[in-house]
């Protein structure tokens, strides 16, 4: 196979800071390579490189041998780069088609030809085997779609290298096969593909080759057939992974209590349909479910976001139901946010105020109305360390740091008190292994302490792995619980399409 992009000796440095430390990569026609590495690691950094969006601060981009640099996305595309974000760049009030052909229209005279755009996006759609419906709004579109919305969007423009950063992290595990499937057909056709990610195992099912990156240098290039998940971790996080400890342990009194919770959908179909189940301390349940039936409302019904219809939710004996988001964190509940961005930080803020955020009213931080700043910078510099988080300073922005990392303060900042009750929604997307385990081994010390966890995640492996029962959340009702011990992924699948328990 010919060598399509060479990056070579590839810096960037940010301030004191190198991101990336004379990267060399090398990119082959028609190959899946993956990137991987811990959070911030510099994968995305080295890829705003590729795509134009920085500027290396030395180091050489060559495609098909000729030397290039990017002044912006504009001109990568030009040289047929394209790249599909983690978080989807689309008009959702437009047609997929819309949406594909925009920067790029089909004209008749100066009037933008819808015809011949739904006709050239069908026919690309049928070449690359991406099923969509071009006439279909972009927002009533599940995000398995979307994403082949972003997928068609950047063959529209002609990429011949597609980057993919993350692209799993939001899929259900079906769209996730499909996807796999998808850049399988595109390598076949002669794409090639870039593919950014935390999940090892899909990386073994796709890539042809694994680049890995660890504190912004190369740690090792592998041909995926000749190696292994453990392998990879190892140049990844420099050591073998523990594994989580779990302690055999009762479970005591119910802390949190959800009694037939009902809230009203806008069509009819109600949003949550008498939900009722109990966390006790000492445990951890977990919520599984295919995204979009019921999860995050039910999520936001707990912490005060959406107001309920009918029905009581008691935390520790005390009624929290349609109270203010602060009352119920002072009741002693703590939160980790679905979305790390929407909810979960203010990107302008520093790294240090993100983390406080919350308990800068503990009496234990002020002193006469005032933050007891010494204090505060002890406890998130404990935090840093002790989770491992990439940032320059206790100062730096939230919006510098890696995806990861971000996450991380959130985890540090939900668990760091011990609060008796903890609802954790996808913990750990977008982390890498060994943040992950670190951060399960947290929710398990919480659990073996005798506080409680409601798990919410669309990874099955979490949930198998950490929960002690596991509820199964389908349209808006939970349709079936289950003893994570006995507990197959089959049986949860089952439920979570529909199915009916056996
Ligand atoms: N604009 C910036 N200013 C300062 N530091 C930055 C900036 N952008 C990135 N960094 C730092 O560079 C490092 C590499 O970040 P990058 O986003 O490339 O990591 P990553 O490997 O993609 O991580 P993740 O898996 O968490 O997404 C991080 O420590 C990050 O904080």
Redesign the pocket.
Known sequence: METILEMERIT?K??Q?T??QEISFALREGEIHAIV????????????ILYGM?QPTSGTIRIHGAEKRFANPAEAIDSGIGMVHQHFMLFPSRTIAENIVIGNEPRKSIWFDRKQAIAQVGALAERFRLPIAPGQKVGDCPLGTQQRVEILKVLYNGAKIIIL??PTAVLTPLEVKELLITLRGLAEQGKSIIL?T?KLHEVMEVADRITV?RN?RVTGQLEASQTTVEEVSRLMVGRELDGIRRETQQAGQPLLQVNRLFIRGKKGKPLLDHVSFHVRSGEIVGIAGISGNGQSELVQALTGLLPVDEGTVLLQGKEITNRSVKQIREAGLAHIPEDRYLWGTAKEASVKDNAIMGHHRLKEFQRGGILRQRKLDQLVTGWINSFAI???SLA??A?????????KVIVAREIGHATPFLLACEPTR???IGAMEFIHQQLMDKRNRGEAVLLVSSELSEIMTLSDRILVMFEGKVVGELNAETATEEQISLLMAGGKQP
């Open positions: 960037k940010y301030g800071f991101a990336n590495g811990e959070n911030g690691a510099g994968k995305t950094t080295l890829m705003r920085e950063d993350e950014i935390h990156l912004g990439k940032t320059s730096n922005k919006q510098n740091l890696s995806g990861g990392n971000l996450q977008g982390v890498d």
